[in-house]
DNA sequence: ATGATTTTCTACCGATCAGTATAAAACCGT
DNA sequence: ACGGTTTTATACTGATCGGTAGAAAATCAT
């Protein structure tokens, strides 16, 4: 997971792998068949242990203001955890990449989809609660907390301090009022 | 140039590009050196001609918040022109990868950072001109509008479609007042 | 048109890729 | 201790990587 996380997919190779679990290489290929497999079991262990994005912040909180911060503060957190490679595994694992691993970055894209619809998701229900206006777009909305997210994995990549990360935080949550229309 | 940002930079093998331009490959080491060399002029090719960031555009503007907008609007039209990959090349094209390419990662963040002196830059003359608050801090603003245009990229690649990134684009400038501290 | 120069084609280099055959070694219940 | 099973280490497969040697072909000045 390290590996892939740090060198993306195809930045890692199986040998890397083999050599950094000191397991031989057919060991390997046993458990797991094979590497867009291995990769899809280390995108599962990150989304269960470091993964950026977390859906139970979202929903605990009593607002969908609340949730929202709370999950960007969270995100920003995640992406520098000193113990773990900059940024968000799920952003920059795959973004590009040769016509043969199409099947893994499209993998990644419905992950970050997924991201997506749970934040529209908190916006409608927090419209149902009554704690966001009624006219407020769901998808747009969350369309654009998605971009700040997946916009500061790339920071965080390029060497921005927490401070930096959490004041970006603070700017995205300043747009709320205008975003949904208050 | 099309194939390094549709593919990225490990992601596109000399044997693909002396292919797609028809040309051998000794003809092309011969006029580029290396892969790295033929990556750095597509690079450049790239920042002359559709290059998601203007530096025009940004010192163009009577004012620093014109010039933001202004800077937006065209960055998230050209991630979505349909003649060139969704996204940006500097952002895609190498944000992660093996060790022996760190060099080629290390140039393209050195040109994102860039693309944030010079936004920091125009809100540093924004102040002096009085059109933004004397107590704005330029890199922190700077950093989060930095921030959506490297979101942009993802959301571009992932599918977004122009309304979508407008609508993000909107939301960015509807944080301006609370960023500048107006 | 000719001789010299440049360009290009074919074929190759060693290294590395994902994946595997084979056989020794470790483990197991009995 | 033993036969049967699982795990492991070595060594290999064909394919592809970035890069190049050497010969053929095209170009050029004269």
Redo the contacts with the bound molecule.
Sequence with gaps: MLLFWERGY?G?????LSEAL??????????F????N?FLEALQLYENTYGCFSPNALNDAPTARIAFAETLRRNAESQLNPDTPPGCFIVLAATVG?PQNAEVRAHLTRRRQATRDHLAARLTRGIADGDVPAGADPQAVATFYATVINGLAIEARDGARQADLDRIVTGALAAWDSLVGA
């Design positions: 195809e890692t190779s199986v040998g890397d000191d397991i031989g290489k057919p060991s390997l290929y046993a458990a068949g094979n590497k867009e291995l040769t």
